[in-house]
Structure formats: C-alpha cells, structure tokens
C-alpha cells in the first residue's frame, strides 16, 4: 500500500477539533487495511510531524434507513488519532 493511499480523510468535526486544541491530537479517516505503522510514516512524510502515538479504532457500519421505506448497510470505517509532539501542528486549510 502507497503512503498516499493510506490517509483518506481529517476528521473536521467538532470532537476532533476539541482534541487538537486541547491534546494536539489529530484525527483521520485511513483505509481499513492500513496498520498502525503505515499511518504514522504516512502522516509524517505527508505533513513533515514528528508522531507520538497512533491510536485507531474501527466504527462498524450501520442500518441507514430512507424516507421511502428501503434501507441500506454503510461501509465500516476506520479512524486513526495522531499524536503529535509539542509545538507541532497540521495546517488543514492553508491558504484559504
């Protein structure tokens, strides 16, 4: 698996963004497929950080249920928060 593959997404929500400023912790949505060690050389080539901790967990996909009577089953995801060293950050929205 390539480095650039591994990270899918930041998480931008509320919870993560209560963790960066408080933690400098970061969160990502990463392939299902992508250990621990693979996350963290990806986000410190990808962002040149040095990491701490990688912690990861994996949200089972649920029933999503439609105005119409259907339903369908969503996808698992897994989720990686990074830990960064002091005085490090990631810049998500440079130059907007």
Known sequence: MRLED???????TEKATFATEKFNRYGFEVELKANK?????AVESLYDVRVLDVKTSITAGRTKRSAKGGSKKLQKVKKAYIQLGDG???EFFKNV
């Open 6 to 12: 591994v990270l899918v997404r930041p998480l931008i």
């Open 37 to 41: 060690n693979q996350i963290k050389a």
């Open 88 to 90: 490090q950050k990631i």
